[in-house]
């Protein structure tokens, strides 16, 4: 049988439903984790560090590692779970499977509270519905970075057929004690009402729709909505492997129901996690859609305004400087980061950035896990209008009276048939434009992909697609006059007219 060629991205690796993802390729893919686990002093790629300060600060460290694993609504998650479990069981590794859908956040929680070696995610998050994924989180409750995902590649390509079939039956893995299945609900529910004030929540008397897109959600969110003292309508709560035929994401269209409740009920608000619950979209009370770029400013200043909470800011190069506004108005620093929920959530490990988060509905906060968590960012906006006690565009009035009107966009266009990638590239890095809708550039930012900063704080950022020949374009301007200019710079710049 030929050795699968799995590849893990940003966020784990994803495949077709019965093509490249199936049972054989999942038994490789957990032998794998599991032999990384054992040989790196059974927490992972350097986890001696973390062994050793965590016997030095009196925690009482697990005698055997064990591996948390969740799994999302799409089809045959639950088997391919049951598969995992009874792979790395069978590496003398304790099996900790949810006993129903979990979000990736409650995973990464779970990870950390107990002390795991890691943990695995079965999703292929806002993936269409024929695709399901592996996402690896290794025991920092976070994503894994490059140097563990290009481990497991490795390992993967080496087992033998033979250390792939090893497994233990579930049931017999069970009764053994090597397999538990627990419930996860409870712990993660104390975490976030140790992060967030449910009272202010209550006090409000907030009306909010929630929506959890037929995903992982679906017993989280509504819920953890009404536990704060919300009133809620769930939506999209039965579970639907096709999820309606839309990719199960939290973009403005896929949620026009959502728009539709908030509207029809004269709701406070809206509430929406993508299917594995690790990014969210917010509705405000006229129906608008609130971007992710203003969820962080906004959040940002609740936090510090109404929490009183202090610390640095984390995002990724391609998100607003909305939030850097704020964060200077209150005396924070700032640092940017690659494109990535992983280059975010290093810095969030450190315990000295108050919130961390990108223009693509990640987000996490001080005392959480360094993952994006949809529902975290979906209670923290309910906190925010309690507190607040106005709509949210009210809320940004104000602020973007003192801070400015930040515009934004992005977009994801093909290269042309006779425009490849690398000619591209080499033409931004040798010949860069210098002047973009009428304005001299100041600054070309590197970090990733390419960030054409003007004088005046607008910017133009293109990012080239490492999968297919798509560039995605971003923007940030303060008139919607400069921001169709910057746009049609990028589309020039990608057809080779600039």
Known sequence: MATPNIKFGTSGWRAVIAEEFNFNSLRRVSHAVAEHVK??????????????????NGVQVPKTPHVIIGYDTRYLSEDFAKTVAEAIAAESITAVISDSETPTPVVAWEVMRTYAAGGVMLTASHNPAQYSGFKWTPYWGGPAISEITNNLEARVQALTNAEVDKHIPFEHGVAAGIIRVEDFHGNYRKQLASLLDFSAIKKAGLKIAADSVNGAARSYLRPLLETAGAQVLGLREERDVLFGGHSPDTDEENLSGLKTAVLKNKLNLGLACDGDADRYGIIDSDGTFISPNQVLALTL????KNRG?????????????????IAKHHGLEVRETAVGFKNI????????????????????????VPEKDGIL?????AEMVAYERKPIKKILDTLNKRFGNFITSRVNLRLDRDINMESLVERL??????????????????TDGFKFIMKDGSWLGLRPSGTE??????????????AAALNEAGRKIISGKL
Not at 345 to 368: P, V
Request: with cysteine; hydrophobic share 40%; charged share 20%.
């Open 377 to 381: 960012a979906c209670l923290l906006v």
């Open 429 to 446: 890095t040798l010949n860069p434009p210098l002047n973009l809708g009428g304005a001299s550039v100041w600054r070309i930012d590197h």
């Open 345 to 368: 959530g290093n810095l969030l490990r450190t315990g000295q950035y108050l919130i961390g988060g990108e223009e693509s509905a990640g987000l996490s906060i001080m005392n959480h």
């Open 301 to 304: 200043e609740h936090l510090v």
């Open 309 to 325: 909470l202090k610390g640095k800011v984390a995002r990724s190069v391609m998100t607003s400087h909305f939030a850097d506004a």
């Open 469 to 482: 020949p798509v560039v995605r374009v971003y923007t940030e301007a303060f008139s919607d006059k400069q």
């Open 39 to 56: 040989e790196n002093k059974e927490y992972g790629f350097k986890g001696e560090e973390y062994l050793l300060n965590l016997k030095r």
